[in-house]
């Protein structure tokens, strides 16, 4: 039975590289929940397999796999009108364009004064 501590092995993995890529894929995936309010994963996998033949084992080689989803964010849908054409369009083709203007709020002219 192993009394290394797995922490301290994933330390030791590929000479560290495999625990600063873990570390900054759950940096990135905290970001993204943070960001889109969703739900995402880690995934480490190992492959242990001796080195060599033969029953006695003495030498083994472990390859390390990290797979990580992330959350996507909501992708807003947009609105379209269809026209005869079959084309899409922003206005509604059967109804007609208001000549719009920029409304101005006049100034009061005179002030008056309230009494207690």
Known sequence: MSSK???LFLQELRDGRTHTELTAQMAA????VKET????EI???LKVKPAGRGSDVDKIVIADSITVTLPKPER???FFWLTEE???SRNHPRQHSLP?????TPQPTTFKEASK
């Open 29 to 32: 995936l905290l970001e993204k």
């Open 86 to 88: 079959n084309d899409l």
């Open 43 to 45: 995934t480490l996998k």
């Open 76 to 78: 807003g849908e947009d």
């Open 100 to 104: 719009l203007r920029e409304a101005t």
């Open 5 to 7: 501590a797995f922490a």
């Open 37 to 40: 309010g969703k739900g995402g």
